[in-house]
């Protein structure tokens, strides 16, 4: 437990010199609890000497000097006191004093340590943010969205209260337990042990509980991440959802999940309420023994107020130690938690970046594929592939889906490595290059298209960020999405919708398109960019994509044999293997799959619509 705790504080380390202060505001706030008590026996002390006498009673360890001068402050205050009503009132203002100077440290104590928790949790999630964004398709390809959410969000939250209301209590709760128990001890040592020997007994239980509440707080944030997956699936599903009339059988999956909830969470709420009562209890024992014991022992028996002084400390020990009790569950459910994040935070890129990186000069240098071997896991997707890309070649990709063709792209990407092999442009592995120099030396434009809620000029922007509005508009020209931006009422401003849903398939490819103009990459992926579109925005996208793919690498999967028979070298793929290359008319002439492939999309009843290989 102590380990997690310094790892959760060692968060905090930038914020040390307030996370101290507030600690220190709590352990001086927890100090005016028995001073709170102290100053009402003190005035009361001072007001009617009498009694008072009791009070100011000292043991011998404590200096004559100090208990002289007590005495003369005493003598002198009380005597003044006759003589002058004003002081009375002064001292009987000691009182309310007191209790707002607890209040303001007690302030300053939640105000400090909350102030460093929201920072600490912020960089946390901005840190676990930057690390998920850093990791490899591979991961994305594994995870869930909502269970991303969920760790980023709930759990970082459930460390943000141990720094804002579990440390607290850590530092302020024990102080105010032992000075009480020291005071009561100091006062009536005998009758404080008897009150205290039941109080063992009320561990057990919550020490079982919250073991319990560690476990369901766990299936508790397993649950909400699973929650978390069916709102994203069904929010950004709706269309099928809606189409096929799923919102019954969504909202049962989400209210099956819902309910899983509740038992856990109500275990949660015994574990946390139990404990409470229980020490009461336990506490109302130990007064009740001590009466017994009065009533049996004759002599040396506390005056009224004595006594009441030390039923007042007893209770006034239930909060902290209620608190303490709680703080063991509430450390718990954490733990459960910062597992979930710490564990994120150490999953290792499967695509690690080079020590040393090499610079990529990707203009003008041929691309080989050397032997490569993939598989996403037990499956081999990539068979023994050797292949060469000249420099300023358009190689397209052909063959039925599932051969392997976005692969081949998505290694060249390096979103991930292969197994066995290796990729090079111009003579340099890929694996020995910074993975921000490789990529920002190839643009991808793919079927589908990524828009950002942002304006129409902020996402072709995104291809080169910091481009200048007229670059901006040079770019759109030239994928022949001008005209149609201009005609939207707020032009380059307008905002693509979430997804990019208030424009057409051709509209976005468009963009897409400019996207890549923009960025001015020598190397160029299409991965069927135009399979989506219909023949007239086909023909405005196939011409934008031509002026793209001038003097520059281009390995295009096609969808439509139509739109590649101008590559320099097609590439057909089966399985994972390559089975032919050529060119259109060499591939036709010899009469193998692509022929074939070829033939089966002309003899197609709509042959300018040609059916895809998929
Ligand atoms: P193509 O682009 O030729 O249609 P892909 O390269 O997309 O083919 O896929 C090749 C094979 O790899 C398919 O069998 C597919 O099921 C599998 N595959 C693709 N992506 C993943 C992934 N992220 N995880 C696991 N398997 C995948």
């Not at 380059?492 to 919708?497: E, I, K, M, S």
Request: glycine share 8%.
């Amino acid at each position: 437990m102590f380990a997690f705790l310094r790892k959760v504080w060692g968060l905090a380390h930038p914020y040390r010199a307030r996370f101290q202060l507030g600690v220190l505001m709590g352990v001086i706030s927890g100090l005016f609890e028995p001073l709170m008590i102290g100053s009402v026996i003190f005035v009361y002390g001072l007001l009617f000497p009498t009694s008072g006498a009791e009070a100011m009673h000292f043991p011998s360890w404590v200096p004559q000097a100090m208990q002289n001068w007590a005495a003369a402050a005493q003598e002198a205050v009380s005597g003044g006191l006759k003589a002058h009503r004003g002081a009375v009132a002064a001292v009987v203002a000691l009182i309310p004093c007191v209790i707002l100077l607890r209040g303001l440290f007690t302030y300053l104590n939640v105000y400090l340590l909350q102030w460093v928790a929201v920072r600490t949790i912020t960089d946390l999630r901005v840190r676990l943010f930057r690390h998920l964004m850093s990791l490899s398709a591979g991961f994305f390809g594994r995870v869930r969205t909502g269970e991303l959410i969920s760790r980023s969000m709930g759990d970082t939250s459930a460390l943000q209260t141990i720094i804002s209301n579990a440390t607290p209590i850590m530092v302020k709760d024990p102080v105010v337990l032992t000075s009480l128990l020291a005071c009561l001890l100091w006062l009536h040592p005998a009758l404080t042990l008897i009150s205290m020997v039941v109080m063992p007994a009320c561990m057990a239980p919550v020490l079982i509980y919250s073991r319990k509440a560690r476990r369901s707080a766990r299936e508790l944030q397993t649950q909400s991440a699973e929650l978390g997956n069916v709102m994203v699936e069904s929010f950004s599903g709706y269309r099928v959802v809606k189409a096929y009339n799923l919102e019954e059988a969504v909202t049962e999956r989400f209210r099956v999940i819902s309910r899983g909830f509740i038992s856990h969470y109500m275990r949660i709420v015994r574990s946390l309420q139990i404990p409470g009562p229980l020490l009461e209890f336990v506490g109302g024992v130990g007064v009740a023994l001590v009466l017994a014991y009065l009533f049996v022992q004759t002599g040396n028996r506390p005056t009224g107020a004595g006594f009441l002084t030390v039923v007042l400390s007893i209770f006034a020990m239930y909060r902290p130690l209620k608190n303490l009790t709680r703080l063991y569950n509430t450390l718990e459910q954490a733990r459960a938690s910062s597992e979930r994040v710490f564990e994120l935070l150490a999953t290792v890129n499967s695509v690690p970046e080079p020590t040393h990186p090499k610079p990529l000069r990707a203009a003008g240098a041929a691309i080989h594929f050397e032997n490569v071997e993939f598989a996403y896991g037990e499956k081999p997707v990539l068979r023994g592939i050797n292949l060469e890309i000249k420099p300023g070649q358009l190689v397209a990709l052909v063959g039925p889906s599932g051969a392997g063709k976005t692969t081949m792209s998505n290694l060249l990407l390096r979103f991930y490595d292969p197994q066995r092999g290796r990729l090079r442009i111009g003579g340099v592995d890929i694996r020995d290059v910074s993975v921000l120099d490789l990529r920002n030396q190839i643009a991808l434009v793919t079927q589908e298209i990524i828009l950002f809620n942002e304006s129409l000029s902020q996402n072709i922007s995104l291809g080169r960020p910091g481009a200048s509005q007229a670059e901006i508009e040079t770019a759109a020209k030239h994928a022949n999405a001008h005209h149609f931006i201009s005609e939207m009422p707020q032009g380059y401003d307008t905002l693509a919708g979430e997804r990019g849903t208030r424009l057409s398939g051709g509209q976005r490819q468009r963009l897409a398109i400019a996207r890549a103009i923009i960025r001015n990459a020598p190397i160029l992926i299409l991965d069927e960019a135009t399979s989506s579109l219909d023949n007239e925005s086909e023909r405005a996208v196939q011409a934008a994509l031509d002026g793209l793919m001038r003097d520059r690498t281009t390995i295009c999967i096609a969808h439509r044999l139509s739109t590649i028979q101008k590559a320099d070298q097609i590439v057909v793929m089966n399985e994972g293997r390559i089975v032919e290359t050529g060119t259109h008319v060499e591939l036709i002439r010899n009469g193998g799959v692509y022929q074939r492939l070829y033939e089966l999309q002309f003899e197609s009843p709509l042959p300018s619509r040609a059916p895809a290989l998929v």
